[in-house]
């Protein structure tokens, strides 16, 4: 099973920048989706971006043009950089697996890395 450990959340004034990072135990070259997600207290946690094994991307209307996915398959990496904060942006973000050659539903979650944009 892939371990996945964020890192790179903190607290930030509105307007400011993160990038979060997200190192897997083991190659993440042939999984077929990589994305971040996050959980704002007392909201269902939901998807932020995504990057297929093609390198096709995916935001919704809430962070497009903010945010940006970079999956590195040498470093086993992926990064969420996050520009243009803002206080509803703050929540629990999350780096996800999904899809590997034999297994399709393969699906793995890091433990959270916690994001808090100030107004």
């Known amino acids: 099973q892939v371990q996945l450990v964020e890192a790179g959340g903190g607290l930030v004034q509105a307007g400011g920048s993160l990038r979060l990072s997200c190192a897997a135990s083991e190659s993440i070259f042939s999984i077929r989706t990589l994305a971040w997600y996050r959980q704002a207290p007392g909201k269902q946690r939901e998807l932020v971006a995504a990057v297929t094994i093609y390198g096709s991307t995916n935001y919704p209307d809430s962070v497009k043009g903010r945010f940006a996915i970079f999956r590195d398959n040498a470093k086993g990496t992926v990064y969420l950089q996050m520009n243009g904060l803002k206080p509803e942006d703050t929540g629990v973000y999350y780096c996800?697996?999904?899809?590997?050659?034999?297994?399709?539903?393969?699906?793995?979650w890091g433990q959270g890395t916690l994001v808090t944009v100030s107004s």
């Open positions: 996800n697996a999904h899809g590997r050659p034999g297994a399709p539903n393969f699906d793995a």
